[in-house]
């Protein structure tokens, strides 16, 4: 496997009826078995959480104070600029090469998100899970009928040669729609550009009056309360040195006397030596106070005018912000000044300039935008391709995965770029509306993704897409929970089979029903239930070669100890080796 980000551990307490789990898994395929009701679900629960999912009081424990959820992610040396900026623009640093992601609820519903120790919003740990982790729960399926859905995959699919143009035209697209509304608030502001112009020239006539700099003000008022009591201060620090140094009474003479007395007797009881550097540190660390404190009466000196000047330019500032700007601190205040007075000049241009100043802005507009046509147009382009290849690619892969007939269509529906577009055509992603849909044999006709396949077909449809993406622009760590719903016998070997060439490439988690995938595994984990009166809770136990065995024969069966499906677990789990 190449070396990527995957998930090493995950820690859950109090949650549901898990009282403690740890989970430490491999990098291959991971497979989580158990009954109905064992507590599976619960573990992507609390993963869902850790990620920054909603948080609910309802799933602490009943009787405890609060749960907890940690997950533990391997960060290689290498990643990408994406994820690298993710990370610095939420001052995170991989310590370790780990990154490590916490959630807290507690029984009131109060909630806490941690990453390497530092307190977060939840919603960082969300944007920074996108660059790790690629969940297919129960409502994946639902996800994939929505044209967003559609389009994302389509694009990670298609990787940097669609990026690169998707980028492109975001960017045209973005400078299209800031001189667009440039344009409009120019029109609008018109009836109000002579008292606007008025208002902006004696702001910055005042501005360059004042010549604030960042943080004056609680500069000057540091200074002021030092010029307005240097009677007062001289009077403090000369009484210290007093205290300190006088030769018959001072601190420092007494201690000096102490000092000699405890040196006298240095090196024949370990207990007082210990006492005598004690005293002789505090000697040391009061005589270089008392020369400090004399340097600093040296330097105390009244001065009425630099005192008075500070006062009018403590004034000066005070009132000019609030003229100008509103808020308690006026240092807050200046900075947010000085930015409207750097655009200050240009705002005064575009209302003088009025109707002349709009029209040439409207040429312009009219420049980007058929840059921002040619763009579309080229992403249109790399979108089609990439769609005719992952159409080919999902449907050969649904062969293997018991559906040899069907195929998946992605179709690209867009305007007409040689007629009139509306600005309605024209989005943040571009002019085309994704659409996946399936034939069920090469005659049949086009069904759209939702209406025309099961939710076994829909399950494997999600599994052949993450498959044949993974081999261009994989994630480090795919979770599946019950993939195979609505699947069995051979086409359910055939997803394990499908699981595990995923595997192959990144790590991948699965919540299964099925032996025939659980077979598959790296690494399997059994999940438990184990009832002691009224006491409930969920365990976690990676499993030995020979508890596989038991496990899988027990899918089979149901029967803990039944010998026919104990060879059958075994021929299944050879089945993986010769794979």
Known sequence: MSERTYLEEISIRNLGIIEESRLELGKGLNVLTGETGAGKTMILTALNLVLGGKSDSALVRTGSDRLTATAVFSIPKQISADFSGALSEGDIEVDDSQVIFSRSVTAEGKSKALCNTSTVPANLLSELSQYLIEIHGQSA?????????????????????????????????????????????????????????????????????????????ASAIDEISRLSSVEDLRIAAAGAVEASSDEETGALTALGAAKRFLENAKGR?????????????SFYALDEASRDLTSYLSSLEADPDRLNALQVRRATLTSFAKKWGSGADP???????AARAKSGRESIADLRGGDERVAELESDLAKIKKNLLIAAQTLTESRTQAAAELSAAVSEELKHLSMPHTQLIIDLVTPDYKGALKE???????????????????????????????????SRIMLALEVVIAKTHPVGTYIFDEVDAGVGGKAAIEVGRRLHLLAQSSQVIVVTHL????????????????????????GVEKLTEGQRVEEIARMLAGLEESSSALEHAAELLAMRGSA
């Open 141 to 217: 399926n639902t996800q994939l009928v929505k044209a967003a859905r559609q389009r994302e995959l389509l694009d990670r699919f298609g990787g940097e040669r669609v990026n690169v143009h998707l980028k492109s035209y975001s960017d045209i697209y973005g400078s299209y729609l800031d001189l667009k509304n440039r344009i409009k608030s120019m029109k609008s502001a018109s009836a109000e550009r002579d008292r606007e112009i008025a208002d902006l020239e004696e702001f910055l006539e005042g501005w360059s009056k004042v010549k604030p700099v960042r943080g004056e003000f």
């Open 269 to 281: 009881d370990s207990r007082l030596d210990a006492i005598a550097d004690q005293v002789a540190e």
């Open 331 to 337: 240092d807050e205040v200046m900075v947010v000044l």
């Open 424 to 458: 309605s055509d024209f989005t943040i992603y571009g002019c085309d509306e994704v659409s996946i849909s399936i034939k069920a044999h090469a005659t049949a006709a086009k069904i759209a993704i939702g209406k025309g396949a099961s939710g076994g077909e829909m």
């Open 515 to 538: 032996p025939q995938v659980a077979a598959w595994a790296d690494t399997h984990f059994r999940v438990e239930k184990r009832s002691d009166g009224s006491i409930v809770e969920s």
